[in-house]
């Protein structure tokens, strides 16, 4: 429809339609990539909020976030927050700053579920290369491509799966998950090193904050859920008003569990 030196960026559907003299698909396409953004953007902000939830839930951060409005059965208080930070950073912050940095999270969680699929299953540690992308370019592909066949190919027919899914599981492992991981790495060759530095500066603050403070909330939090449980059994136990040595010498054992869980 138009030479690749006089596609827009910003807009390269809309104005590759407006070169051919379609504009009625011009105004179509526009119309079509604004109710995509805001989907993706209010999906981003429904999901992210249910995420700050769940950590609110671990005290990593404040529980004040993960209250639930009882009407209307959604986390307020975490949605607000979201999205006021969300509209404050994308105010002050470049488009091209917060896209190179939301492809190198996203990218790196692909490839973090991925690499996880792959040691449920295995039991294996999985790595990847780096390798520049300059002229000599294809030398690296040349490489890595078939280390990574023969690796999948290693891993697929050497290696028996330690786990087997009783319902479902994702098919083609590791092949499936083996290209996502190497997709993934190929695509953040393509991100410019400030955005790696920027993905690099917040990773780092929010480990210190996690072994710092968020590691011990968790731990504190899963122990006191660990006593609650069992003490819910006690009380069960107890209302049960079975007499019998077996049962009072499981609720003896209970309350010794709840002991040595609070020591």
């Known amino acids: 429809m138009t030479p690749y030196q006089s596609i827009d960026p ?11 003299g379609w504009h009625w698909a011009e105004y179509v ?13 209010l999906v981003g902000a429904v999901g992210q909020a249910r995420y700050l939830t769940h950590i609110a839930r671990t005290h990593m951060i404040p529980p004040w976030f993960a209250k639930v409005n009882p009407k209307t059965g959604t986390p307020i208080n ?20 917060l896209s190179d940095l939301l492809s190198i999270s996203t990218l790196f969680i692909f490839s973090l579920v991925a690499i996880a699929l792959l040691v449920r ?6 790595t990847s290369g780096y390798w520049a992308l300059n002229e000599d370019g294809w030398i690296g592909y040349c490489i890595t491509v078939p280390m990574w066949l023969l690796s999948t190919a290693g ?8 786990r087997k899914p009783k319902l479902w599981g994702v098919p083609l492992v590791p092949w499936l998950p083996s290209s996502s991981i190497a997709l ?11 955005s790696y530095v920027r993905f ?10 996690y072994f710092i403070f968020g590691l011990h909330a968790s731990y504190d939090t899963a122990k006191a859920f660990e006593v609650k449980a069992k003490e819910e059994t006690v009380y069960i136990m107890a209302e049960a008003g079975e007499d019998s040595s077996a049962d009072k010498s499981a ?3 209970a309350a010794d569990g709840i002991k040595s869980v609070s020591d």
């Open 155 to 162: 891993l697929a027919f050497f290696v028996p799966q330690a």
């Open 251 to 253: 609720t003896e054992a």
């Open 184 to 194: 993934n790495v190929f695509l953040l060759g393509s991100i410019d090193k400030d």
């Open 200 to 209: 690099l500066i917040w990773t780092a603050i929010l480990l210190v904050y």
């Open 78 to 97: 975490a949605t607000v927050a979201m999205l006021a930070a969300t509209a404050i950073i994308a105010f002050f912050t470049k488009l091209e700053i």
């Open 121 to 126: 299953r295995y039991y294996v540690d999985a």
């Open 10 to 20: 910003d807009a390269p559907f809309s104005r590759a339609f407006e070169t051919i």
């Open 29 to 41: 396409v526009a119309a079509g990539a604004l109710k995509g953004m805001t989907s993706v953007l």
